[in-house]
């Protein structure tokens, strides 16, 4: 993966009309410092609130420019140092694009610090490799313990460390993107891009008889969701139910089974079997990574619409199954006490519950008008939100291809997103260079 740099050609630039006018249509521009220029533009009218037409015919130089005018001034925001985060800030760092990295737990790593760390990851190693460095070693797949070794030690040959901050709001101002902290601090930003992740905003179903998605004290069940796993080593003699059909429930069933323990697993849909290692010696995500690289974007839009999930690769699983030391159960119907009632009226009584039910996504900084499909993303295209020009989304699912959300995804999406983020702001200054000349 290349983070090349381009040259900054001023001059060249300002020819482009359009994205000069696309970095400038959504500031609230002060009406003395306005010039109209008559080209077609796209994106929002200033000073309000509502998109605009495509192909008006109107406006605009600004004086926003005087947020960035100093080169070296941290005029990018990365919210997030998980691996996008961390992919993001190389590339802007090898661009020589000033940035601040923030975190939430101000480390780097993201989610696979947090991680149980010996579940493994589904990708094989050489696709997780990010930008400018080589990919993980390791035979077969690696675990999560291992590969967020690799981040730090990614981290520290690239000196990111993210500053320990959380973004509570972000709001369009006339300098751009007004961004405001916990502890009620803020600062302005030409550009920001969101890497959030998901791993953060667990998924609970609501279930009858269960306090819904947050823990309730009435709850006459144990349970924990599967980001709080820590191995089957105390549920020796339990029953144990895991909840759920993806990666993460087939491999906390297979280590039950290592464990000693005989869980049983309800899927909403009848279990398919997860992704043999390998097919007739090849790992299958050879040939399906590819692919994804290809796949035209249209043709998975109800897809992108729906979320994804991440198949678990067989590690013993389906022959666990047939030898009845997992058993697979439909749906849960209700939970009264200690008992759990599935779909098909069976029943069992159950220590500990555990939802491997996925993640969401979660933007609660961004206005609601702007976050939409199940995971509540902003629309992008080719990573850049489509109503907020200049607030990018790395990590997310088709920010830009259908492998976005992938790891080798966000690698090639922190390289484009970063290019865009410099060619957006040698406009901005531009622009703001042609009307300070104008106004001489
Ligand atoms: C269980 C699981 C297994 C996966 N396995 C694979 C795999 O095998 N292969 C693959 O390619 N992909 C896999 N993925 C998908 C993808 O690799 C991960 O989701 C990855 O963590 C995405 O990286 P990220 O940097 O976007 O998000 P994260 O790693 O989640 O990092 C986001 C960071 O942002 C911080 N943050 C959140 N909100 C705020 C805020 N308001 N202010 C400040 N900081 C904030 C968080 O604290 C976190 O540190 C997996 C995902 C999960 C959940």
């Known amino acids: 993966m290349v983070c090349s740099t381009s040259a900054q050609g001023y001059k060249r630039l300002l020819l482009l009309s359009r994205p000069i006018l696309e970095c400038q249509t959504h500031a609230v521009i002060p009406e003395q410092s306005r010039v109209f220029i008559g080209l077609p533009v796209t994106g929002w009218l200033p000073q309000s609130k509502e998109p605009r037409q495509s192909g008006s015919q109107v406006m605009i130089a600004d004086n926003f420019g005087r947020a960035l005018e100093n080169d070296t001034a941290d005029r990018v925001l990365i919210i997030g140092s998980g691996p996008s985060g961390m992919a993001v800030s190389k590339c802007l760092t090898d661009r020589g694009v000033g940035h601040q990295l923030v975190d939430h737990y101000g480390d780097a790593g993201g989610a696979y610090v947090r991680m149980y760390p010996r579940m493994y990851l589904s ?176 043709m998975f839009r109800k897809q992108c619409g729906m979320g994804w999930k991440f198949r678990g690769i067989d590690r013993g699983f389906w022959n666990f199954t047939r030898r009845h030391m997992i058993e697979l159960r439909p749906m849960i119907r209700e939970v009264n006490g200690r008992c759990v009632t599935f779909a098909d009226g069976s029943h069992a009584d159950i220590d500990l519950l555990v939802f491997a039910t996925g993640y969401r996504f979660n933007m609660p900084f961004l206005p609601e008008g702007l976050r939409e499909g199940i995971d509540e993303t902003p629309r992008v295209r080719d990573g850049e939100s489509v109503m907020w020009p200049g607030l990018y989304c790395v990590g997310v699912p088709c920010a830009r291809k259908i492998n976005s959300h992938f790891i080798f995804g966000i690698a090639e999406d922190a390289a484009v997103v970063s290019s865009a983020i410099e060619s957006r702001l040698a406009l901005c200054k531009a622009q703001s260079l042609l009307t300070s000349h104008s106004a001489e």
């Open 123 to 298: 990708s094989p190693p050489n696709y997780l490799g990010l930008p400018k460095a080589s990919s993980p070693q390791g035979d077969g797949h690696i675990s999560a313990g291992q590969y967020a070794s690799y981040l730090r030690q990614y981290a520290d040959q690239f000196n990111i460390r993210p500053l320990r901050r959380t973004v509570r709001r972000i709001i369009r101002d006339e300098r751009e993107f007004f961004v405001e902290f916990e502890g009620g601090h803020g600062d302005y930003f030409a550009a920001v891009v969101v890497c959030t992740g998901m791993f953060d905003n667990p998924h609970v179903p609501a279930i009858l008889g269960l306090g819904g998605a947050g823990r309730n004290p009435q709850d006459s069940i144990r349970w924990i969701h599967a980001c709080e796993w820590t191995g089957p080593s105390l549920l020796s003699g339990k029953r144990v139910l895991i909840v759920g059909d993806g990666m993460t429930a087939v491999e906390l069933a297979e280590e039950s089974v290592r464990g000693g323990i005989t869980p049983i697993l309800s899927s909403r849909s009848p279990m398919k079997p997860p992704f043999p290692g390998r097919i007739l010696g090849v790992e299958p995500r050879f040939i399906t990574y590819p692919l994804m690289r290809r796949a035209p974007l249209w």
